[in-house]
């Protein structure tokens, strides 16, 4: 099936600790984001790409990376730099020529 | 002020009503708008997008999109039970610019 996989679901992290969130997507889509959520708020921009090899910090990269090695994979990593990680990750992605962007199910993290 | 604004509810319809959702922009160049649904606990789906001024209709729901006042709303007819979610509003520039700049929902529930 086609569509946006995100793992893992659900992370826990010790403190100090960096972690990676993987996503992974087979629509051949050219752009790839990854937005944060803290609940009962909107969706914030951490990084986003809009090619192989490329990648753009969005509204809140401080302690956050990613790579963007093929078309079909975004890694985002929470670093130990990041001090309020719990949050649901959501990656999303959007063919080339179209505004409209589809998202994964979403990673939830929690610092323990 | 919020780039985008949205009443974060609860707004409590009974079932059967209309249901109206409503959503204030900042940026006058921005072009392409969405409504995405978020199930509590899900990912965010698509539900609607506009470009132009005017309404879109697409069975139960009707974005209208008002430029020159920088707003947009969603109207859900016939309110279901299982349309109670939260209910997001996204703005993007377009023309190239990949980031949409979300506003942190309104939580809408249908009263059976």
Partial sequence: ??????????????????????????????????????PGQGLRLIYYSQIVNDFQKGD?????????????????????AQKNPTAFYLCASKPGTAYTIYFGEGSW???V | QKEVEQNSGPLSVPEGA??????????RVSQSFFWYRQYSGKSPELIMSIY????????????QLNKASQYVSLLIRDSQPSDSATY???????????????GTGTRL????
Avoid at chain 2, 88 to 102: I, M, Q, S, W, Y
Avoid at chain 2, 109 to 112: A, R, V
């Fill in chain 1, 1 to 38: 099936d086609g569509g946006i996989t995100q793992s893992p679901k659900y992370l826990f992290r010790k403190e100090g600790q960096n972690v990676t969130l993987s996503c992974e997507q087979n629509l051949n889509h050219d752009a790839m984001y990854w937005y944060r959520q803290d």
């Fill in chain 1, 60 to 80: 809140i990269a401080e302690g956050y990376s990613v790579s963007r090695e093929k078309k079909e994979s975004f890694p985002l990593t929470v670093t130990s």
């Fill in chain 1, 109 to 111: 993290l929690t610092v």
């Fill in chain 2, 18 to 27: 209309i249901a109206s959702l409503n959503c204030t922009y900042s940026d």
């Fill in chain 2, 52 to 63: 132009s001024n005017g309404d879109k209709e697409d069975g139960r729901f009707t974005a």
């Fill in chain 2, 88 to 102: 997001l509003c996204a703005v993007g520039r377009g023309f190239g610019n990949e980031k949409l700049t979300f």
């Fill in chain 2, 109 to 112: 529930t249908i009263i059976p």
